[in-house]
């Protein structure tokens, strides 16, 4: 199983990378955290992307805020799947770091979570792994059906509860 990459460009992103970092640790997925930045030091994090693959790492996990452009800058020096997250920020709750991550030029995508969706995107960075592991494939469809069945069960106890109005 190949390991997960996750960067974000400055600490203050790292409580919403730190959902991701657990799912990833849950999952029993490699994982190693990075603080780089597309605009502060552009070398490091072309030089991280351009040697990703070759370093071992099968998918990038970019948390990025305001501006955003660290999912992209990594995104355009790899050919490994590359996920951002878009991370609130002080001006606009996160809708500037959205756009500035879901919008790339077609040739270099980027798959975008939420934002805030550090949860989401390592469980797509799981699924992307799980094409090629089984037994990680088996952990998604477990955790699945537990929350299948933790609906099912809030739905019993809800309808229980108001059944005779």
Avoid: W
Wanted: aromatic share 4%; glycine share 10%.
């Amino acid at each position: 199983m190949g390991k997960v990459g996750v960067v974000m460009g400055s600490a203050s992103d790292l409580p919403v990378v730190e959902k991701a970092i657990g799912v990833l640790k849950e999952y029993g997925v490699g994982t190693e955290v990075r603080v780089l930045s597309a605009h502060r030091c552009p070398d490091e994090a072309r030089e991280f992307a351009a040697s990703a693959q070759e370093s071992g790492f099968s998918v990038l996990i970019a948390a990025a805020g305001m501006a955003a452009h660290l999912a992209g800058a990594l995104a355009a020096n790899t050919p490994l799947p590359v996920i951002g997250i878009p991370c609130k920020g002080p001006n606009f709750d996160g809708m500037d770091a959205l756009l500035s991550t879901v919008q790339m030029p077609s040739g270099i995508p980027v798959a975008t979570v939420a934002v805030d969706g550090a949860k989401n995107a390592a469980l797509l960075a799981i699924e992307i792994l799980a094409l090629s592991d089984p037994a990680l494939a088996e952990k998604l469809l477990a955790a699945r059906e537990a929350g299948r069945q933790a609906v099912l069960k809030a739905d019993a106890e809800v309808r229980a509860r108001f059944q005779n109005i």
